[in-house]
């Protein structure tokens, strides 16, 4: 035999790899296919379900519920609104006058309530605010991460400084805020974390090119959050709110033909029947949420036409509403 031919003990030695066609694996394949139909004929069936008929709301009394961005606007109105609902409040904001205005109001009918004041931009200063809020309240039982802001300029008239200030305030402190509350949620398994996004973070809008990319982030941190704790069976919730403009607010004066600027206590009504109802993503107007699929489907061509119809070609050319803490 040569020196270079290699035997036969050797060369039978060597491992075979498993045939894709072998049986084992189609019984495999089969098996994970059946689970898989499974799985979404279930969803599909249970979100029909629920279509029809809701699923009753959640009972919230004695709750802690911690509203960031709370001085003003939405933030304000969703904090009365589970103030109303029996749950005790933590106001978090720069703004500290205007969340004590509200906690008065809210302790005339009988709720428990506390007013911490933050700039939501500073990791230190989430830091040391979540530390006072444990050793004052103990625990968090509803995040709603709520403040934003918006620049309301073009990606090349807008300052480095405050592009880096609406990536802070309306991605990175909804963040924060979450990796400060989770562990207690989940050592008690209970739990619901709430951002605010917007429907931006689903299309992206000129003249909102920092909205839109911090609302982008936002969808995803709450779709990969809900997948994360999904997989790892903690009973804890994660909704996204994703409404279209409000007519108030730092957005007055947005043109938007279709759907028209929403009123503030109806985008609230729906924000509230979303989250009491366990909604993972919840999109304002309901019929909103065909805008992915309308963007899926439709060439970018098409896409954009149809924004511009609906929207304008500017849509934050009259814009003259504050730049404020706010929704959106």
């Known amino acids: ?81 589970f103030a109303l609902r029996g749950a005790n409040l933590i106001l978090v904001d720069l703004d500290a006058e205007g969340c004590v205005n509200l906690a008065s109001d809210i302790q ?108 982008f982030a936002c969808v995803g941190f709450s779709e990969a959050l809900d997948l994360e704790l999904k997989q790892i069976r903690k009973d804890i919730k994660v909704s996204v709110v994703c409404p279209s403009l409000l007519d108030r607010g730092m957005f007055e004066g947005a043109k938007s033909r279709f759907p028209s600027p929403l009123k503030p206590q109806y985008a609230v009504s729906e924000i509230m029947r979303g989250v009491l109802t366990d909604r993972e993503v919840i999109f304002i107007p309901w019929y909103m949420q065909f805008t992915p699929i309308f963007k899926a489907i439709l060439p970018v061509g098409a896409f954009s036409a149809l924004l511009d119809f609906s929207t304008g070609m500017d849509i934050m050319k009259n814009i003259k509403g504050s730049r404020k803490t706010s929704l959106l």
Not at 5 to 30: G, K
Not at 31 to 44: S, T, W
């Open 108 to 215: 005339d009918i009988g709720q428990a309530v506390k007013v911490y004041k933050c700039d939501l931009t500073k990791r230190e200063e989430i830091n040391r605010v979540m530390c006072d809020i444990m050793r004052d309240v103990g625990k968090v039982d509803i995040l709603v991460n709520n403040a934003g802001i918006v620049s309301a300029r073009r990606l090349l008239d807008c300052p480095d400084a405050v592009i880096q200030r609406v990536m802070d305030l309306n991605i990175m402190a909804s963040i924060w805020m979450t990796k400060a509350v989770l562990p207690g949620m989940l050592q008690r398994n209970y739990g619901h974390i709430v951002n605010i996004a917007s429907l931006s973070g689903y299309i992206g809008i000129g003249g909102l090119v920092d909205l839109s990319t911090s609302k």
């Open 1 to 81: 035999m040569s020196q270079g031919a290699p035997s036969d003990e050797f060369s039978n030695s060597e491992p075979r790899a498993h045939s894709i066609f072998s049986p084992f694996s189609f019984v495999s394949l089969f098996i994970e296919l059946l689970v898989l139909f499974h799985r979404v004929a279930v969803a599909v069936l249970r979100g029909c379900f629920r279509f029809v008929f809701p699923r009753a709301p959640k009972n919230i009394v004695g709750r802690n519920v911690l509203v960031t961005g709370a001085a003003n606007n939405i933030g304000c109105m969703l904090a009365w609104e």
